[in-house]
């Protein structure tokens, strides 16, 4: 894909609805005179997330922890701490959300690099294609993994998906090793000529040095200094890294596919460049939360299992999903339009692991 074409989004009678909607979630922030940012919750989870990676590590570095399963706990514990800054603190930020300063928000998300990604990278793929283009095969790459996965009913079927109910759970634990080993790297200069990296404000010669410079230093604190300082063979520190990028991977994978390659989520296709919803309904059609009563899942997680809430208003805090939640779900029965949900994590997984079946047949 050379450039981003144009999908409009389009159906008047659904018009009503969307003013509805905006109204009474405005209104909720007015009458309760809140900022629509996060606020100091978001900043002492902040803390605890970073701690989670930070400490494990230093306490390998320092050689405070030496007995090998003790060691492997500390390696489990940084790939928490990994997934929980993604999804609880540079996820926020680089939506803007997290802060209402717009310093804040920038160096927050530009943690992302500094975890084996990159920000703008990232930034493109989700915040531009994902949430503009939800479900929508060739335009939304969160369901264009590759060959190997089918993740909808849109794209070509082969054999081997016929089996991916059960490999695909494996397969998620790499996805941050591939950001961080060569989906980077390709990644920015398809971003480039589809022209994402213009809307962004970059180029592709800022963003190569940003991920050669930023890559360079998570090598070396991951990699060389380990060796450097730690009485480890090399082989454990193979499987440390591996662990960290593994728990990670199956954590963020797994968080974000349940929210919307599922059985009640919609996948439609454009016709003649358009969609016969308003975008806010196409979000209703094509998201879907889970476990919205398990508060601790909530809280670790930046309230993503709150999907519906943050794909409707991608630039409210995480904090406030829980609040607007029925609003949200009210508005939408009163105009008669889905609001999928699933009451439990786990059930959420079956849900989604018989999705992956019925797309492999």
């Not at 919750?41 to 030496?66: C, G, Q």
């Not at 940003?210 to 380990?226: D, E, G, H, Q, S």
């Not at 670790?300 to 995480?318: A, D, K, M, R």
Request: net charge positive; hydrophobic share 45%.
């Amino acid at each position: 894909m050379n450039a981003v074409k144009p999908i409009r989004f389009n159906n008047p009678a659904q018009s009503e609805f969307v003013r509805t909607l905006r109204k009474r979630v405005d209104g909720y922030f007015k009458e309760n005179n809140i900022k629509k940012t996060g606020d100091i919750r978001v900043k002492i989870k902040a803390v605890f997330m970073f701690l989670l990676y930070t400490v494990p590590y230093s306490l390998l570095m320092f050689s405070v922890v030496t007995n090998g399963w003790a060691m492997f706990g500390m390696t489990l514990l940084m790939g928490m701490g990994m997934a929980g800054i993604g999804l609880s603190v540079m996820h926020d930020a680089n939506h803007g959300s997290f802060s209402r300063k717009k310093w804040l928000n920038n160096f927050m998300g530009f943690s992302l690099n500094f975890l084996g990604g990159n920000v703008n990278n990232w930034k493109a793929q989700h915040n531009i294609m994902h949430h503009s283009f939800t479900n929508i095969e060739g335009y939304d790459e969160d369901i264009d993994p590759g060959s190997i996965l089918r993740f909808s009913p849109n794209a070509e079927k082969k054999k081997i998906h016929k089996y991916q109910h059960i490999y695909a759970w494996f397969l998620y634990c790499f996805m941050t090793l591939s950001w961080t080993f060569n989906k980077d790297f390709v990644d920015v200069s398809r971003y480039e000529k589809m022209g994402l990296l213009k809307q962004l404000k970059t180029n592709i010669k800022k963003e190569m040095t940003l991920i050669i410079v930023t890559r360079a230093i998570y090598f070396i604190y991951m990699i060389v200094l380990p060796l450097i300082f730690m009485d480890i063979a090399v082989w454990q520190l193979i499987i440390g890294f591996l662990t960290v990028h593994f728990v990670a991977g199956l954590t963020l994978a797994s968080i974000f596919q349940l929210a919307h390659v599922m059985e009640e989520t919609k996948f439609p296709m454009p016709k003649e460049g358009s969609v016969s919803n308003q975008w806010a309904v196409h979000q209703l059609n094509t998201t879907l939360n889970f476990a919205n009563g398990n508060r601790l899942l909530s809280w670790f997680i930046g309230g993503l299992n709150f999907q519906v809430e943050h794909h409707l208003f991608p630039n409210i805090s995480h904090i406030h999903y829980r609040k607007i939640a029925p609003i949200v779900k009210k508005t939408a029965s009163e105009f008669n339009l889905p609001y999928f949900s699933q009451p439990s994590f786990i059930k959420a997984l079956a849900s989604h692991g018989r999705m992956l079946y019925q797309l492999g047949r």
